[in-house]
């Protein structure tokens, strides 16, 4: 190839802020498989096969996006480049970016004591941030096996981070039939979150999600050391903005899994709930970035086996009336 | 099917909160007694030193309450549970994080509270709450049916009290510091002295071996009324009067504090509008050496609107003349035979704020010297007052004095460096001298 300075994959954005956001909520597993396409770079966090986040970072989030694949000889789809990072490296070298400020703000601290005195909580009208001269956030991979470049510059310094990629040993997502959907509900992610929190102090180790067409609809419950809990949405059908359902559904989750996804749930702004024939559990968040777009996280979750004997069903979900 | 239901409007659930996050100072579960009038939260820490109750006004605290006789619940329910759970349960939910936008979607807007037992029936409270944007949340917590133990308070045995505005007590006992472990009470002419220590060794090598002592001494003024006998230092735990100055502070209205003798116990009772709350601790000390001699100080000049001292405690203190060798049973006639007229009211004091500033402003800053105030060995602590039933006797302690003094062999003539006392003479109205004063704390 003549030009081989061209890069694999460059990606410019001038304010990595909601790429540490979204990637912040898949954060759970050591390593993320990423894959690069024309249309944006996939991040998927795999837990025992059983539950599975995906960030995926539209190119619309940068604000320069360029994906140079090689040619392929018969003309069909080319391979997109697929490899592993650590994903909490990745997000720690993230952090980097902003930290000139925060220097500078101490150090006009030191010279100016009025103003860190008095003014400090103020935003600064002066900081980089404000004046839109933030500096950039590159992401690069030149070429297949080399490292995940991020290169930040901001105010004259930069840094350079190399991330080791490794090779992909999960290129498979947990199948979820969409054309075999028994329910899907979409509402708002925040009471969603709430639901959740209302459980947490039972300590519980699993969590029954249950879907019925009547009454009480929607039912999170499940059963602890002190007790049990359950949240349900007798009274709130209108919090749920889509309800559609095809038959009763029942099923038991790790409460551990779906509390990874718990961050996601606090920063998005709607969650779309569904679930297949096999049980397979949905969630797909939608995040309001900044600068009016939006992005989605993706998360599957493998229900608990479910025995015809009816061990499984230690969680009491009499009527209370 | 259900013994007992009530409901708590959002108010009610923070007062429950705030009730139960003080019953869990002083241990890990707590005891629910029912009747059809009434509703007990109480308990009793494992040393058996401490006992805590609050009574729940059921027509007021509570938005619906009804009580179901059933099987062997006819006269009373009673159970015992872990405060833990509860206390989640009725957490505060808002605002436990910073949320961007200010929605108040996840405010309760009423809690409907059902206790289940019987055959057959699984032991289960059960409070449903139900959120004002719609969610219902359901918590299921189990219970052991356990007859609540209470402890007994001998008030004709308690010649001596004082009551004091919470809040002003909360204030002085947030002066004293996190390695203490004792509070000293003792009355010393028109001033009241709260003396906190602990007799805990940080280390040998350090040249003072126990952390500093802090005293606050108050003048009378400050208390509402005050009976105490001069110079009787009574003992008490930080820990306990922590929790409970913390509790009553919220409430915002009058403690109450009766107690007769060192090592008999100290009841502390407040109000409020629905709650009715008391607490008894054990005490140790020392007994001065004139017990004829009394402090007393009486205010009811000022309207006592807000102020919900027992009618009984009103007729006491308003016994301006009566002699301190009075026993208990002439006390009691007294109060009986002579409803006080209202001609008794006292004119309120019209130099008290005066006399106190310039009472501090000479005394401020002193630090002096004293020998250090040892509390008895811990075996003094008697546990046998506490007992499950309304069998216990009283003892009239006047007859042992002599024993009690002898058995416990003060050593007046301690060492008066090991026990640096950092005494601060203020009211209330002073008290930003003190960070002076905790600078020397060591570090630990």
Redesign the interface.
Do not use: H, M, N, Q
């Given at each position: 190839m003549a030009t081989e300075v061209k890069p694999l994959f460059r990606a410019v954005s001038t304010s990595p802020r909601p790429l540490y956001q979204l990637l912040r909520c898949i954060d759970f597993a050591q390593r993320v498989h990423v894959q690069i396409t024309e249309d944006g770079i996939r991040f998927a966090a795999d837990n025992s096969r059983v539950m599975q986040g995906v960030a995926f970072l539209d190119k619309a989030l940068f604000s320069a996006y360029t994906v140079n694949l090689p040619p392929s000889e018969d003309g069909e789809t080319p391979d997109y480049p697929n490899f592993q990072i650590p994903l909490s490296t990745f997000l720690e070298v993230l952090q980097i970016f902003g930290s000139v400020d925060v220097a500078a703000r101490a150090q006009k601290a030191d010279q100016d004591p009025y103003r860190s005195n008095i003014r400090n909580y103020r935003p600064n009208a002066f900081s980089n941030h404000t004046l839109g001269i933030a500096g950039t956030c590159t992401l690069l991979y030149a070429e297949e096996g080399d490292p995940f470049k991020i290169i930040l510059e901001e105010s004259g310094t930069k840094t350079t981070a190399g991330l080791t990629t490794y090779l992909p040993e999960m290129p498979e997502d947990i199948p979820f039939d969409r054309n075999d959907l028994t329910f899907k509900i979409i509402m708002s992610s925040?009471?969603l979150f709430?639901?959740i929190?209302?459980?947490i102090?039972?300590g519980p180790v699993k969590l029954t999600i249950t879907a019925t067409k009547t009454s009480?609809f929607l039912t999170l419950s499940c059963a602890g050391d002190?007790?049990?809990?359950?949240?349900?949405?007798?009274?709130?059908?209108?919090?749920l903005e889509t309800f559609s359902i095809n038959d009763r559904w029942s099923q038991a989750y790790k409460f551990d899994f779906i509390r990874h996804a718990s961050e996601a749930m606090r920063i998005a702004s709607k969650v779309s709930l569904r679930g297949d024939s096999q049980g397979v559990l949905s969630l797909q968040f939608m995040v309001d970035v900044e600068g009016g777009k939006r992005s989605f996280l993706d998360f599957r979750f493998v229900p608990f086996a479910t025995h015809d004997d009816g061990e499984e069903d230690d969680v009491?979900i009499e009527e209370?009336d | 099917m259900a013994i007992l239901t009530f409901t708590l409007s959002e108010e009610g659930v923070t007062a429950f909160r705030d009730a139960l996050n003080c019953l869990s100072k002083f241990s890990e579960d707590v005891s629910i007694e029912a009747r059809k009038d009434s509703f007990f939260l109480s308990t009793m820490n494992t040393s058996k030193s401490a006992y805590a109750s609050f009574r729940f006004a059921t027509n007021r605290f509570f938005g619906r309450y009804q009580y179901q006789a059933t099987g062997q619940f006819q006269d009373k329910f009673y159970c015992s549970m872990y405060i833990r759970g509860l206390i989640s349960l009725f957490r505060s939910r808002s605002g436990v994080e910073s949320r961007g936008d200010v929605d108040k979607q996840t405010i309760i807007d009423r809690c409907d509270v059902a206790i289940e037992d019987g055959e057959g029936v699984k032991s289960r409270f059960i409070a449903r709450i139900i959120f004002r944007n719609g969610l219902t949340a359901t918590h299921r917590l189990p219970f052991e049916v356990s007859m609540p133990v209470h402890a007994k308070f001998n008030r004709q045995e308690a010649l001596y009290h004082w009551s004091i505005s919470s809040r002003t007590l909360k204030q002085l006992v947030d002066h004293f510091g996190p390695g203490t472990e004792y509070l000293e009470v003792n009355t010393d002419g028109d001033h009241v002295n709260f003396t906190c220590f602990s007799e805990k060794t940080i280390s040998d090598d350090a040249v003072l071996k126990k952390p500093l002592h802090t005293s606050i001494s108050v003048e009378t003024d400050e208390f509402d009324d005050i009976d105490v006998e001069d110079k009787l230092q009574i003992v008490v735990s930080i820990k306990d009067i922590r929790a409970i100055t913390q509790h009553a502070a919220i409430t915002g209205n009058a403690i109450a504090a009766r107690y007769s003798l060192p090592a008999r116990p100290m009841q502390l009772s407040y109000a409020s509008d629905a709650i009715s709350c008391e607490f008894l601790i054990m005490t140790v000390g020392e007994r001065g050496g004139n017990p004829a001699q009394r402090t007393k100080k009486v205010r009811k000049g000022a309207p006592s609107s807000n102020n919900h001292v027992p009618p009984h405690l009103e007729a006491t203190s308003r016994r301006t003349s009566a002699a301190p060798s009075q026993t208990a049973a002439e006390i009691q006639r007294q109060q009986s035979e002579m409803p006080p007229p209202a001609s008794s009211r006292q004119p309120p004091n019209p130099t008290p704020r005066l006399s106190a500033a310039r009472a501090s402003a000479s005394r401020i800053g002193a630090f002096d010297f004293r020998p250090s105030q040892r509390p008895p060995p811990p075996t003094l602590r008697s546990d046998s007052l506490f007992v499950e039933d309304e069998a216990w006797e009283p003892v009239r302690d006047e007859d042992e004095d002599g024993d009690e003094d002898a058995r416990l062999e003060w050593d007046h003539s301690a060492d008066p460096v090991s026990g640096l006392v950092n005494r601060l003479m203020c009211p209330v109205a002073n008290l930003e001298t003190e960070s002076l004063y905790f600078a020397h704390e060591p570090r630990r």
């Open positions: 925040r009471t709430d639901c929190a209302e459980i102090p039972a009480p002190i007790g049990s809990s359950s949240v349900d949405f007798a009274r709130g059908k209108d919090l009491e209370y | -």
